[in-house]
């Protein structure tokens, strides 16, 4: 088990996770964290956590504590957003909101998950993050579908409105997205 010293935590880094996301989720949603009080449900109801080493509870604790070294870790990214710490949580903390905002501060800080910025390059280049591949198009055909969907993955003047909001609000250099390449950047 791992010690922590106090005299090291950011006494601020609570309220600071509090202002960086009520903008978006309002200020009620993220200062849910303080009425966490680590019972675990998070983490035994977590689907990520039967797979790897993530440890909701340990991701709050740490916010709680002041331990802002959480925006460098892992940990945060392995969060699915599936929401089912977010439903089983006794004190009603919105779990899954405050990780977003964790990431979208990390973010902001140079750190993110490589496979989400490469999740975002795919809708960079194509439009979607997941684009449809050849099986895709022409399983839709035998289902009775268009072939292609109705996404800017399809629609060259979607995909491009799609670009212009990315390189106005510089998404492109958050992720280090080349556009030369049309991929990220070595």
């Known amino acids: 088990m791992a010690v922590i010293n106090l005299d090291k935590t950011n006494k601020k880094f609570v309220d600071e996770v509090v202002e960086a996301g009520k903008l978006v989720l309002g200020e009620d949603v993220v200062k849910s964290v303080k009425a966490c009080y680590q019972c675990g449900t998070c983490t035994g109801s977590c689907p990520s956590g039967r797979r790897t080493a993530y440890r909701t509870r340990k991701v709050l604790r740490k916010v709680l504590l002041g331990l802002d070294d959480v925006l460098d870790s892992d940990d945060i990214w392995y969060c699915t957003t599936c929401y089912t710490c977010y439903e089983r949580c006794p004190r009603d903390v919105k779990i899954t909101e405050i990780i977003k905002t964790l990431r979208n501060?990390?973010?902001?800080?140079?750190n993110m998950a490589l496979a989400h910025r490469k999740t975002a390059s795919y809708v960079l280049r194509f439009g979607h993050a997941?684009?449809?591949?050849?099986?895709?198009?022409?399983?839709r055909g035998?289902?009775?579908?268009?072939?292609?969907?109705?996404?800017a993955q399809f629609s060259e003047k979607d995909l491009e409105e799609v670009r212009t909001l990315v390189k106005e609000l510089e998404f492109d250099k958050l992720i280090d997205f080349d556009w030369k390449k049309m991929d990220l950047k070595e």
């Open 105 to 110: 501060i990390a973010a902001q800080k140079g």
């Open 130 to 139: 997941v684009p449809a591949n050849k099986e895709v198009v022409e399983l």
């Open 142 to 151: 035998k289902l009775g579908l268009p072939a292609k969907s109705p996404t």
